[in-house]
């Protein structure tokens, strides 16, 4: 906590040696990367793993519907084992009938179904560079083991009709393993092999990324005064209580100092697209933008 309030602190006693309005930058994370009728928050996704009978890819399959389980559990704070997993044969699932739709939805009792189908996992290749990689202090052969795979996924909202997402996934798993000396390619394989499971399980962890937002750090502008009531606005966004600093800001966006009203303006369009207000972030980037005409009259 001591050096959370240096942090607080320093800044702030710069901004105290200030005659006029400063600005002072606020790093804040900011969601990205994610469509509307994906949000999965305040929800309980499950998921289906269809698969054909005797199909031999089936237990990747199922290694990536887990992956993509415990990515989703971990992003919406949900329990271990919380998102269901459903195995289904190809040749009972329609997912064109919306009937069938609903009767899947009723039946796993989840609002978003994510359907995992058509895995199809293709041969090892392995390659052998003649360069060596450098490692643990000595140089050491190398094999790279490739395994291409295509699967498709499609994502079900009992919202809305037919699927909201699709994608048709063609990629290519690689390994580079290292040795004092040449591996076969039968023994590259079989190294590689024994972790399929895994490594298909990260991969569905990987994938599982498109579901959830993302994050990014962006630095927010705001102006801060030589006056109590401003810096401790400025404390409070720093602290993220944008509420809190905002009950400030709205009583000097009155201020008859036009160039006061205006900074507090700006601030309030900054709270606002932070806090997701879109609408009032506008109308609070038009009052700023007024102010600084009529002020450079």
Known sequence: MRNLLLMITLPLLWILTSCGPVTYTIPVERRIGVDSDLNFHGTLPGIISIVGRGDSDSTLQSAFSIGIAERLEADLGLDSGAVPIYCMYEDEVHLEDSVFLSYLHAATGVDFLIAVDSMEVGEFTVAFPEEKAYSGGSFLQQSVVSLPYTLKVMVFSNQLPGPVEAWRDSDVLEWTLLAETNLTRLRAVEKVDSELDVSFRTVGGSFAERFVPQWETVNMMIYVYDDRNWTEACRLAWLFEWDKAMEIWYDEADSPDIRKAACAAHNLSVACEILGLE??????????????????K
């Open 279 to 296: 609408e009032s972030a506008a109308i609070w980037k038009s009052r700023f933008e007024e102010l600084n005409e009529r002020k450079n």
